[in-house]
């Protein structure tokens, strides 16, 4: 009889051309397609819920896989992290119910984005956060992000290429703040576009540099035009850090 099993995933994405499956490099998605039909002996393909970018990292991304397996749904955690490599890992694994979708059942996504500000790079923190030398002024910034906040039609903020013609999402929070010298932004929200939080990003560096003033947001966001908004933000500065399902998932 067949199961759903849900995985909270954790990788390092450095070394791939994002979460999804693409023919022009090796993928997250396809790492863990691999390794799972190995380890089941079924042909196995995963759904994920954000398709994070190249270099963009995850420690709580979410997939759900079918499978025929008689092996515990929380054992498959265990199992697949032996074949692995080091920067991917499996946090949880257990079964769902089987209409349970990661991208369309209601959720919270809350992504965190890293600014090392300060005179000289540090090279431990170069995989894991964005060197800005140039002194960001953070209350600036604080003051743009308060325009950003709540629903919007967020057209600025999603690359150009996209297909999506529905671009109003909801943002439930978005906090900075400054350890030392980091600079760390959480921003969650019910779904970004694509790109959409490295342009945000992008547009509060150029407030923080005191490029806009911080009210120009609001006249970014009424543009509705993705040359208004700041540049993409580089994409080692961005971890998704967790997805919150609003109902219960657990079977059992």
């Known amino acids: ?144 992000a308060g325009y950003i906040l709540g629903e919007h039609d967020f057209k600025s903020f999603c690359s150009a290429r996209t297909q999506i013609e529905n671009t109003v999402r909801t943002v439930y929070s978005l906090d900075i703040t400054k350890t030392g010298d980091m600079i760390h932004i959480i921003i969650s929200g019910n779904g970004f576009l694509y790109n959409m939080v490295r342009i945000i990003v992008g547009t509060l560096m150029k407030v923080g540099l005191g490029v806009y003033p911080p009210e120009h947001v609001k006249e970014i966001i009424a543009a509705r035009d993705r040359n208004a908004a700041g540049p993409k933000a580089p994409a080692c500065g961005l971890t998704l850090v967790g997805i919150e399902y609003e109902e219960e998932k657990k079977v059992g």
């Open 1 to 144: 009889m067949s199961k759903r099993v849900f995985l909270k995933i954790a990788y390092d994405g450095t070394n791939y051309c994002g979460w999804q499956i693409q023919i022009n490099g090796i993928t997250v998605e396809e790492i863990i397609n691999r390794e799972l039909s190995a380890l089941l002996k079924e042909d196995i393909a995963v759904i994920g819920a954000s398709r994070t970018d190249s270099g963009v990292h995850a420690i709580a991304n979410v997939a759900v896989f079918d499978t025929e397996t008689k092996i515990p749904a929380e054992k498959i955690s265990f199992a697949l992290n032996q074949r692995l490599p080091e920067d991917i890992r499996i946090r949880e694994s257990y079964e769902v119910e089987a209409d349970f979708h990661p991208r369309y059942c209601n959720s919270i996504k809350t992504y965190e984005y890293k600014i090392f500000n300060c005179r000289f790079p540090m090279p431990t923190e170069r995989l894991y956060s964005h060197f800005v030398y140039m002194p960001l002024d953070t209350e600036k910034m604080k003051q743009a």
